[in-house]
C-alpha cells in the first residue's frame, strides 16, 4: 500500500488525473448524451453535467466519469466520490487494483492484508486532500470521512467489471463474505444480452 502526497500547491491533482482520463476519452467513441449512453464518451464533457446517484448509501455522492456500462470502458473505471462526514465504504476487496485521489477533506483508510482465514485488525492511515493511495489485489479495505467536512475523492479501478467481497466487520471468514459479480455502480444501464430465438 502506498500513501503519497500530490504535486505543489499550484497543481491540481485532478487536472493530472482528467489528462490521463481525457487521453482514453480519445480513443472512445462518442455518444449522443443519453442517460444510458452504451457507446462510448464524447471527447470532452462538462463533469458538473454527469448524472450522479447515492445508490441507496447515506452520505454518499457517487458519479461515474468513465465506466464499462455507460461508456465502454474495458480497462479501467474513473468515478468522482463524494462522503459526508461520518459517512464510509463497505469493508471490502475485490479482485482488481485501485487508486484514490483525495481532492478535498480528511479522512480514514482502513486496510488489512487478506492472507489468513479473515481480514482481521486493519492498519489505520489518515488520508487528506492532496494525497494519494493505492488498494492491492484482493487486500480488504474502507474509507471513512473521519474529518469535519466533505471528503472528495477520485478513484481509479483495473479491469472492470469487478468482483467485490463484502464484509460485515473485520473478522468475517472470507467464505462467509457476500459476493457480488459483475458489480457496477450503473446497473440500471446494464442492458440484457439479447437472445437468438428462432
Avoid at 472492470?160 to 462467509?176: R, S
Wanted: aromatic share 10%; net charge negative; hydrophobic share 40%.
Amino acid at each position: 500500500m502506498i500513501v503519497l502526497s500530490v504535486g505543489s500547491a499550484s497543481s491540481s491533482p485532478i487536472v493530472a488525473v482528467f489528462s490521463v482520463a481525457l487521453l482514453l476519452f480519445c480513443f472512445s467513441e462518442t455518444t449522443l448524451g443519453a442517460p444510458c449512453p452504451i457507446n462510448g464518451l464524447p471527447i470532452v464533457r462538462n463533469i458538473s453535467d454527469l448524472p450522479q446517484d447515492n445508490y441507496g448509501r447515506p452520505g454518499l455522492s457517487h458519479m461515474t466519469v468513465a465506466g464499462s456500462v455507460l461508456h465502454g470502458m474495458k480497462e479501467v473505471e474513473i468515478w468522482l466520490q463524494t462522503f459526508a462526514p461520518g459517512s464510509e465504504t463497505s469493508i471490502h476487496r475485490h479482485s482488481c487494483e485501485e487508486v484514490f485521489v483525495v481532492l478535498k477533506g480528511s479522512g480514514t483508510l482502513y486496510l488489512s492484508e487478506t492472507h489468513g482465514n479473515f481480514p482481521g485488525k486493519p492498519i489505520e492511515f489518515p488520508i487528506f486532500a492532496n494525497s494519494t493511495l493505492h488498494i492491492p489485489i484482493n487486500d480488504a479495505h474502507q474509507v471513512k470521512n473521519t474529518g469535519h467536512e466533505d471528503l472528495q475523492v477520485l478513484v481509479i479501478i483495473s479491469r472492470p467489471p469487478i468482483k467485490i467481497f463484502i464484509y460485515e466487520d473485520w473478522f468475517m471468514p472470507h467464505t462467509a463474505a457476500r459476493l457480488k459479480f459483475p458489480y457496477y455502480w450503473d446497473e440500471q444501464c446494464v442492458q440484457e444480452s439479447q437472445k437468438d430465438e428462432l
